[in-house]
């Protein structure tokens, strides 16, 4: 079965704690996104990677970051940095050849 | 001004009735459009895919894209409460670069159809 899974799909955090979310497809696609989606608010981009071992950040960098050590794997720490974590978070990839997203269920994540 | 431009809503339709969903957008290098549903506390998932501007059928469901006024439409047939999702519009251009975003999303247009 060919996707993206995520997870944990619930993540509590106390405060001052690194937090790692994992993505992990298996559509042999290229790139890969992490989105954080707030409500009213839709979808931001925070990091995205277009091959392995390089990745470039997105509109809301700030307090989180990413590896992509393998082409199936693009883990997201959110750090202690980040003052408002709590969110929904969605990680997604495309193919380059028909230029299409697909998304991961999605990991909630709440700062207690 | 947003690069994607979405009424949110909430839309409330009654079953059976045709839904029109719509996007504008300002970026005339957009050529491939996408709609997305997202039930709630779930990940978007991919309704319709289409390249350029046209028509594009799928079930119940037609995409349609108006390059000249940069606006796309999703309708949905015979709605159904299943139908009962947020729905995405998304968007991207063909020549990618390494800076910015690829993907452009609008914030969603909540449906809600009632039996």
């Known amino acids: 079965d060919g996707g993206i899974t995520q997870s944990p799909k619930y993540l509590f955090r106390k405060e001052g704690q690194n937090v790692t979310l994992s993505c992990e497809q298996n559509l042999n696609h290229d790139a890969m996104y992490w989105y954080r989606q707030d409500p009213g608010q839709g979808l931001r981009l925070i990091y995205y990677?277009?091959?392995?071992?390089?990745?470039q950040k997105g509109d809301i960098a700030e307090g989180y970051s990413v590896s992509r050590e393998k082409k199936e794997s693009f883990p997201l720490t959110v750090t202690s940095a980040q003052k408002n974590p709590t969110a929904f978070y969605l990680c997604?990839?495309?193919?380059?050849?028909?230029?299409?997203?697909?998304f991961g269920p999605g990991t909630r994540l709440t700062v207690l | 001004q947003k690069e994607v431009e979405q009424d949110p809503g909430p839309l409330s339709v009654p079953e059976g009735a045709i839904v029109s969903l719509n996007c504008t957008y300002s970026n005339s290098a957009f050529q491939y459009f996408m709609w997305y549903r997202q039930y709630s506390r779930k990940g978007p998932e991919l309704l319709m895919y289409t390249y350029s501007s046209g028509n594009k059928e799928d079930g119940r469901f037609t995409a349609q894209v108006d390059k000249s006024s940069k606006y796309i439409s999703l309708f949905i047939r015979d709605s159904q409460p299943s139908d009962s999702a947020t729905y995405l519009c998304?968007?991207?251009?063909?020549?990618?670069?390494?800076?910015?975003?690829?993907?452009?999303f609008g914030t969603g247009t909540s449906l809600t159809v009632i039996p």
């Open positions: 997604a990839s495309a193919s380059g050849h028909t230029d299409t997203q697909y």
């Open positions: 998304a968007m991207s251009d063909l020549y990618h670069t390494n800076t910015g975003n690829q993907f452009y």
């Open positions: 990677s277009q091959i392995v071992n390089d990745f």
